[in-house]
T-cell receptor, first 112, second 112 residues
Framework: KQEVTQIPAALSVPEGENLVLNCSFTDSAIYNLQWFRQDPGKGLTSLLLIQSSQREQTSGRLNASLDKSSGRSTLYIAASQPGDSATYLCAVYAGNNRKLIWGLGTSLAVNP | EPEVTQTPSHQVTQMGQEVILRCVPISNHLYFYWYRQILGQKVEFLVSFYNNEISEKSEIFDDQFSVERPDGSNFTLKIRSTKLEDSAMYFC??????????FGSGTRLTVV
């Protein structure tokens, strides 16, 4: 049974820092992995989608990597800003049953 | 950018009442989903829908739940007789062939 774990659970950093959020999954037979952002009480905004054949994806200050064989993905945020404060969720997609399995998220606070 | 639209954004209902949550998926997507998130917990899969039928459902999706695509654009989740433990954020999503989910902004359901 696929399990997704995210470390750390919470992170507080000063503005301008580069930071890394971690996601691990127990079954490497995934179709893709998606990172989402969730603001308090709000919806799920897709940040990056990495297909299983890809090693990384970039969007602006965000870079996500995928190492399927070791069951890990990292989300790198460069030059963090207070507006980046949110919960970051990773979810894996097994493909055969077309459902996402989610981590609990990393709650990020970027302090001005 | 195409969006998934959910209505209402908030719904308060009395225990035992029926509720219908509505969604308009992205028009050229083929797969539709409902997920829910109880406060402080992981996002959980409820049901996936493809080609006008349920393709998979979770243990949570019991006889109290049903989904329907009544026309070419809407996708609904009905809870027949709500319980207190149904209080959660309900998210609709759609995806194309290669995965890559797009989520709506959610409906916050409060059962009193």
């Amino acid at each position: 049974k696929q399990e997704v774990t995210q470390i750390p659970a919470a992170l507080s950093v000063p503005e301008g820092e580069n930071l890394v959020l971690n996601c691990s999954f127990t079954d490497s037979a995934i179709y893709n992995l998606q990172w989402f952002r969730q603001d308090p009480g709000k919806g799920l905004t897709s940040l990056l989608l990495i297909q299983s054949s890809q090693r990384e994806q970039t969007s602006g200050r965000l870079n996500a990597s995928l190492d399927k064989s070791s069951g890990r993905s990292t989300l790198y945020i460069a030059a963090s800003q207070p507006g980046d404060s949110a919960t970051y969720l990773c979810a894996v997609y097994a493909g055969n049953n077309r459902k996402l399995i989610w981590g609990l998220g990393t709650s990020l606070a970027v302090n001005p | 950018e195409p969006e998934v639209t959910q209505t209402p954004s908030h719904q308060v209902t009395q225990m035992g009442q029926e509720v219908i949550l509505r969604c308009v998926p992205i028009s050229n997507h083929l797969y539709f989903y409902w997920y829910r998130q109880i406060l402080g917990q992981k996002v959980e899969f409820l049901v996936s829908f493809y080609n006008n039928e349920i393709s998979e459902k979770s243990e949570i999706f019991d006889d109290q739940f049903s989904v329907e695509r009544p026309d070419g654009s809407n996708f609904t989740l009905k809870i027949r007789s709500t319980k207190l433990e149904d209080s959660a954020m309900y998210f609709c999503a759609s995806s194309g062939d290669r995965g890559g989910y797009t989520f709506g902004s959610g409906t916050r359901l409060t059962v009193v």
